[in-house]
C-alpha cells in the first residue's frame, strides 16, 4: 500500500498514501535485483543512515489510493541478513501499544483513538515476520493471503 503510511478512517478502514519508498543500502541492489523494471532513483551516499535511495510507488497504488481497504493483518516485517524465515503470532496487547505509540496523532483523539485501535485490533491477526529472503517473506505473505477464510492463527 505505502511506505509506512496509511490513513486509519473514522470507519475501521485505511487510505493507502503511496509515496516513494526509501531504500538503504544493501536493500537497493536487492530490490533492483528482485524486480529490474522498478524505477529507483539516484543515489545519496554517505548520510547517517548509509547510501539511500527511493523507488516510485507501483503506478497501481497510486491508482488506488483513494480506495479504502479494510485491514485483516498486521504483520511487523524484519529482515535479518542470512536467517531462516520465521512467521509467529503476536500479541493484539502488544501491538496496540506499538500502533498506538508510531501513530504520529494519537495522543490527538485520545479515548477514540484508542477505540479505533482496538477496533481494527479485534478484526486483524497480528504477526512477527522476520526473514533473509525477500522472496521467502513474499511467499509467507501469500500463504497468508490464500488462507484468508481458515482460521488465524493464535498468540499465545
Same mark, same amino acid.
Given at each position: $500500500?505505502? +511506505?509506512?503510511?496509511?490513513?486509519?478512517?473514522?470507519?475501521?478502514?485505511?487510505?493507502?498514501?503511496?509515496?516513494?519508498?526509501?531504500?538503504?543500502?544493501?536493500?537497493? +541492489?536487492?530490490?533492483?535485483?528482485?524486480?529490474?523494471?522498478?524505477?529507483?532513483?539516484? $543515489?545519496?551516499?554517505?548520510?547517517?543512515?548509509?547510501?539511500?535511495?527511493? $523507488?516510485?510507488?507501483?503506478?497501481?497504488?497510486?491508482?488506488?489510493?483513494?480506495?479504502?481497504?479494510?485491514?485483516?493483518?498486521?504483520?511487523?516485517?524484519?529482515?535479518?541478513?542470512?536467517?531462516?524465515?520465521?512467521?509467529?503470532?503476536?500479541?493484539?496487547?502488544?501491538?496496540?501499544?506499538?500502533?498506538?505509540?508510531?501513530?504520529?496523532?494519537?495522543?490527538?483523539?485520545?479515548?477514540?483513538?484508542?477505540?479505533?485501535?482496538?477496533?481494527?485490533?479485534?478484526?486483524?491477526?497480528?504477526?512477527?515476520?522476520?526473514?533473509?529472503?525477500?522472496?521467502?517473506?513474499?511467499?509467507?505473505?501469500?500463504?497468508?493471503?490464500?488462507?484468508?477464510?481458515?482460521?488465524?492463527?493464535?498468540?499465545?
Amino acid at each position: $500500500m505505502s +511506505d509506512e503510511l496509511a490513513i486509519l478512517t473514522q470507519d475501521g478502514n485505511l487510505v493507502a498514501m503511496p509515496r516513494p519508498v526509501s531504500l538503504k543500502n544493501a536493500s537497493i +541492489d536487492v530490490i533492483r535485483n528482485f524486480d529490474p523494471t522498478v524505477v529507483i532513483g539516484g $543515489m545519496a551516499r554517505d548520510t547517517h543512515k548509509g547510501t539511500v535511495a527511493y $523507488m516510485r510507488p507501483p503506478a497501481d497504488s497510486v491508482d488506488r489510493q483513494a480506495e479504502p481497504a479494510t485491514p485483516r493483518w498486521i504483520v511487523f516485517p524484519k529482515y535479518e541478513s542470512g536467517a531462516t524465515l520465521k512467521f509467529e503470532p503476536y500479541s493484539k496487547a502488544r501491538t496496540l501499544v506499538y500502533l498506538a505509540h508510531n501513530s504520529f496523532n494519537y495522543h490527538i483523539h485520545g479515548a477514540r483513538g484508542f477505540e479505533l485501535l482496538g477496533n481494527i485490533l479485534d478484526h486483524c491477526d497480528c504477526y512477527n515476520l522476520s526473514y533473509g529472503s525477500l522472496e521467502d517473506a513474499l511467499t509467507c505473505i501469500e500463504g497468508l493471503a490464500a488462507t484468508a477464510d481458515q482460521e488465524p492463527l493464535t498468540a499465545a
